[in-house]
């Protein structure tokens, strides 16, 4: 399984950005899903996630301003990024839970390659 993150990009503190991330692969299942941020200098920190059902949460610095969703029949999720801030600037990375039947199966974890979002004041 493969994950692929899109749609960062450079805007304007107030502005909003959604960011894309789709898996690949063959004959699996994606469990929850989760959007992390590093900011330069910064570790790594978990924005928000949603399970296969839909349950979200979020980061506290982001409550109110970003939603997550997901399209289970499309391998896709979202993060759509309203009201954007200076210290929203980060790579965002998506991440997954999954299992696979084919050919045994597996249950693993994998990381997307990140998407930056540049925030200007």
């Known amino acids: 399984v493969q994950l692929q993150a899109s749609g960062g990009g450079l805007v304007q503190a107030g502005r909003s950005l959604r960011l894309s991330c789709t898996a690949s692969?063959?004959?699996?299942?994606?469990?929850?899903m989760n959007w992390h941020r590093q900011a330069a200098g910064k570790q790594r920190e978990l924005v928000a996630g949603i399970t296969s059902s839909g349950i979200t949460n979020y980061a506290d610095s982001v409550k109110g301003r970003f939603t997550i969703s997901r399209d289970n029949a499309k391998n896709t999720m979202f993060l759509q990024m309203n009201s954007l801030k200076p210290e929203d600037t980060a790579v965002y990375y998506c991440e997954a839970d999954y299992i696979t039947h084919t050919p045994t199966i597996e249950v693993g974890r994998v990381w997307g390659q990140g998407t930056l979002v540049t925030v200007s004041s």
């Open positions: 692969g063959s004959d699996f299942r994606l469990n929850a």
